[in-house]
């Protein structure tokens, strides 16, 4: 996946606080529509979700399940 689901959590059009306002489309968008991955032709990507200030990571290529980032002791 590159870049944050297509959902008005992750775009820049959205506001939220009393009321989730998106500005494009000058509409108020309930809670639970917010997670909703939707085909909006007005969506922005932003690397903050407008609801929880949550930042977006990309998930890592390459992991190491072996250690997944831990220290490793190798005794001999």
């Known amino acids: 996946m ?4 297509r959902s008005c ?3 820049a059009n959205m506001t939220c606080g009393d ?3 998106c500005e494009a489309l000058k509409v108020c968008v309930t809670d639970r ?3 909703s991955v939707r085909n909006c032709p007005s969506w ?3 690397f903050m979700a407008a ?3 949550e930042v977006w990571e990309e998930p ?3 992991k190491n399940s072996e250690c997944d980032g ?3 002791l190798e005794l001999e």
């Open 70 to 72: 831990q220290t490793r």
């Open 44 to 46: 922005e990507g932003h």
């Open 19 to 21: 009321a989730n306002w």
């Open 9 to 11: 959590r992750w775009c």
């Open 2 to 5: 590159s870049g944050p689901p």
């Open 60 to 62: 890592s290529q390459q």
């Open 51 to 53: 609801d929880s200030f």
């Open 33 to 35: 529509q917010l997670p």
